[in-house]
């Protein structure tokens, strides 16, 4: 018998609901059911085919654990290799190369030291940076946020450098982003599962969070969106990410990637409407499923991006 576990922290709607919908299934030799963990050995096997991770971006103990079970053949979702390694300022880097378009954006120092450091380890900082540089390129108004981060914790408008040197001041040890704003006419976030399964949900990204998912605006052009999921694909693809969300802004009819590296995306029914819900939660489950049949025990079972196999491809050859 093959298990799939969710592991998962506060949230209630969805990990309930993609247990029962695997189950509901009833694909033979497969069943799922919340992770539970008692005791973790070193190169120790766990109990589960495969799991969908849901909070090890908080609990650092369970990001070990994860890459544990990866290591000894537990197909994880999504890669905690790799969701170790990543951040938003190289999200940014490496959708410019895959051709997807966005805002202009660059990565700030931290306003204080960080803990056990002082201004001697900055010598290779040039100080004060060059701000004018900086804000020419970007323009105000902008928006900083951490570099790596999300729930739209830390998240500033400045609306110009006097407005920016006072905000940045608040924001401590945090490595910032500072990024061009989008005004933007649409506004999409986008479910992606497996690289290929993918819901467009327009959304307000200005409203009070339970109000975001909007259903009443008119239907998008259909090359707009066509050109919104190609873009979503090309991203989840090159970064790896199995289950992620996408978010776009359209300015004068071209979609800018705002943000995404999100692999534990927001899928409460609460804030998401229900037949969003619906949709991803049969399509993590027939996900699920597909990875489990596949999974091979005792083997890794990761799966990586284009740049990652690329990177790996390009070595082989010295």
């Known amino acids: 018998m093959k298990k799939i576990g969710i592991l998962f922290g506060m949230e209630d709607t969805f990990p309930h609901a993609f247990v029962e919908r695997v189950n509901e299934k009833k694909v033979s030799g497969i069943i799922a059911e919340p992770v539970l963990i008692d005791k973790v050995y070193q190169n120790s096997l766990t109990d589960y085919a495969v799991i969908i991770d849901r909070i090890s971006q908080d609990v650092p103990f369970y990001r070990t654990y994860l890459k544990n079970a990866a290591l000894t053949g537990t197909a994880v979702i999504n890669n905690p290799f790799w969701w170790s390694a990543d951040d938003k300022f190289f999200n940014n880097c490496l959708a410019d190369q895959l051709g997807v378009p966005l805002p202009k954006t660059a990565i700030l120092p931290s306003a204080e030291h960080p803990t056990d450091t002082t201004s001697k380890s900055f010598r290779n900082l040039k100080m004060p940076l060059d701000w004018e540089a900086i804000f020419d390129y970007v323009q105000f108004p902008a928006y900083m946020k951490p570099y790596a981060g999300g729930g739209w914790k830390n998240v500033y408008r400045l609306e110009n450098k006097e407005d920016f040197f006072q905000k940045h001041r608040e924001t401590g040890q945090l490595v910032m982003l500072l990024q061009e704003e989008i005004q933007?006419?649409?506004?999409?976030?986008?479910?992606?599962?497996?690289?290929?399964?993918?819901?467009?949900?327009?959304?307000?990204?200005?409203?009070?969070?339970?109000?975001?998912?909007?259903?009443?605006r008119?239907?998008?052009?259909?090359?707009?969106?066509?050109?919104?999921?190609?873009?979503?694909?090309?991203?989840?693809?090159?970064?790896?990410?199995?289950?992620?969300?996408?978010?776009?802004?359209?300015?004068?009819?071209?979609?800018?990637?705002?943000?995404?590296?999100?692999?534990?995306?927001?899928?409460?029914?609460?804030?998401?409407?229900?037949?969003?819900?619906?949709?991803?939660?049969?399509?993590?489950?027939?996900?699920?499923i597909s990875y489990a049949k596949a999974q091979k025990p005792g083997k890794i079972n990761l799966t990586w991006g284009t740049f990652m196999k690329d990177a790996v491809s390009m070595a082989k050859r010295f």
């Open 184 to 216: 933007f006419e649409e506004y999409f976030r986008v479910y992606c599962l497996g690289g290929k399964a993918v819901r467009i949900m327009e959304y307000e990204p200005r409203n009070p969070h339970h109000l975001r998912y909007v259903v009443n």
């Open 218 to 288: 008119p239907p998008a052009a259909k090359k707009l969106l066509a050109q919104v999921k190609e873009y979503t694909i090309r991203l989840c693809q090159g970064l790896g990410y199995d289950f992620n969300t996408v978010e776009f802004a359209v300015r004068e009819g071209i979609p800018y990637a705002i943000d995404f590296g999100n692999p534990a995306p927001d899928a409460d029914v609460n804030s998401v409407g229900q037949e969003n819900f619906d949709w991803v939660v049969e399509e993590a489950a027939k996900m699920a």
